[in-house]
């Protein structure tokens, strides 16, 4: 089969990036956004930057803020009533992961109705037709859901997050702006830092992976180890670094797939609402040692990329620990705890049966097993 690698149709990247939407929304001739975003983003002014741009351009909108972290289908179902009610025509999405996957769940569903269920999105869709043109800009630097085919939504009611593949929720534009993610608390600049260099390091190792998608991901470990600290301590350097270095992770993974880290920390989401980047840097270094059998000499150049010294005159063994080393110590300088408290010895049978039954596992590496998803579970503990 041949390999298949989808972006954006136009991407802008860099600071003040956002006065861009103006004229992408003028030149596809649109007539009225729906601008999806988070409560705490409107509440912040993150969201008002760009409203603020339509306002003085006279462009059209109404706002919808129905979303919570580790949105769910009801945030999704309001969201579809909420833009036919608005006469829209296009969705500006503006936020973390959580307002982009919602965005693009209620996109799909306004273009393809049958779908309206939610549910029946899971894994790969076969939707008919594209979604909704979406312009996403994000404000965190993590998920790269503005140039991904996928999108998360929880069921609450089953206690899963399932994951929806699909072409035809790739976002138009995307609108990269490191100034939109200046606001971020360090916890938050920290947690979504580290799902982006788990989306590089699994998208690097991933069964599909490939040399397009290697080149992408690569580079996207080197920039984030070298910006993620700087971000967090909110140095420009460093949130201009990381707003590009997840931004490449994504144009990698969404092309090939992850691995069990996400499976984990998707069952981790929806079970103990765990932030997804603290759930995926938690389990990243587990799932490494876990995995380094299967690698050959990858983590090789993981290490060389997240700046160890000596790398070519290391063993096999040695380069493998350095990797997974380097990994541990970054989060760890970030103040990402290494243990989730909230983990309990009777939901690790129903923690493992979600893992396992996650879109992402397919793609590790090491085939898994129920049993072994437990004992890395058991290791958080
Ligand atoms: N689509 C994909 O490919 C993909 C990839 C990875 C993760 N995800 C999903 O994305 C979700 C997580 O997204 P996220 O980590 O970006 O966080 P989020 O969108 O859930 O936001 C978390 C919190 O941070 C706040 N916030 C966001 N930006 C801010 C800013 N600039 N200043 C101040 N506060 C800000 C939000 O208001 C919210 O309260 C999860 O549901 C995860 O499963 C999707
Ligand atoms: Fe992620």
Not at 92 to 101: E, H, L, R, T, V
Not at 355 to 370: E, L, Q
């Amino acid at each position: 089969m041949a390999n298949r690698i989808m972006l954006n149709q136009t991407s802008y990247h860099g600071a003040g990036a956002i006065s861009e939407i103006v004229s992408e929304a003028k030149s596809h001739g649109f007539k009225k956004a729906f601008v999806c975003s988070d409560p705490d983003l409107i509440k912040f002014n993150v969201t008002t930057k760009v409203t603020e741009l339509l306002d003085k351009e006279g462009l059209a909108y109404e706002v919808y803020s129905d979303i919570k972290a580790n949105p769910t289908i009801e945030n999704v179902q309001h969201g579809v009533q909420a833009y036919k009610k608005a006469g829209a025509d296009y969705i500006i999405a503006i936020g973390g992961g959580s307002s982009m996957d919602t965005s693009k769940a209620i996109g799909i569903i306004v273009a393809n109705p049958e779908f309206e269920d939610v549910r029946s999105l899971e894994g790969v869709a076969p939707t008919k037709n594209p979604c909704v043109p979406i312009i996403a800009v994000p404000t965190t630097a993590g998920t790269a859901a503005e140039v991904t085919i996928n999108y998360v939504i929880t069921d609450v009611e089953r206690k899963r997050k399932f994951v929806c593949v699909d072409p035809h929720d790739m976002p138009i534009v995307a609108v990269v702006d490191p100034d939109m993610m200046a606001s971020m608390p360090k916890g938050l600049t920290a947690s979504t830092g580290m799902d982006a260099l788990t989306h590089a390091i699994e998208g690097y190792t991933t069964k599909a992976a490939w040399e397009m998608t290697d080149m992408f991901h690569i580079k996207a470990i080197e920039i984030i180890g070298k910006s993620l600290r700087g971000a967090v301590a909110n140095t420009k350097e460093g949130r201009d670094g990381m707003a590009l270095g997840q931004y490449i992770a994504g144009m990698g993974f969404s092309n090939v797939g992850l691995g069990i880290a996400h499976s984990m920390a998707h069952t981790l989401g929806a079970v103990y609402d765990t932030p997804h980047g603290v759930a995926c840097a938690m389990m990243l270094p587990i799932v490494m040692e876990y995995n380094a059998s299967c690698t050959g000499e990858k983590y090789r150049e993981i290490a060389r990329a997240l700046g160890v010294a000596g790398v070519d005159a290391m063993s096999q063994e040695e380069y493998r620990k350095a990797a997974v080393d380097a990994v541990r110590k970054l989060s760890e300088d970030v103040g990402i705890p290494a243990k989730l408290t909230a983990l309990k010895e009777e939901d690790l049978q129903f923690l493992a049966e979600s893992a396992y039954a996650d879109a992402c596992r397919p793609g590790n590496p090491k085939d898994t097993s129920v049993e072994d998803l437990k004992e890395l579970f058991r290791k958080v503990m």
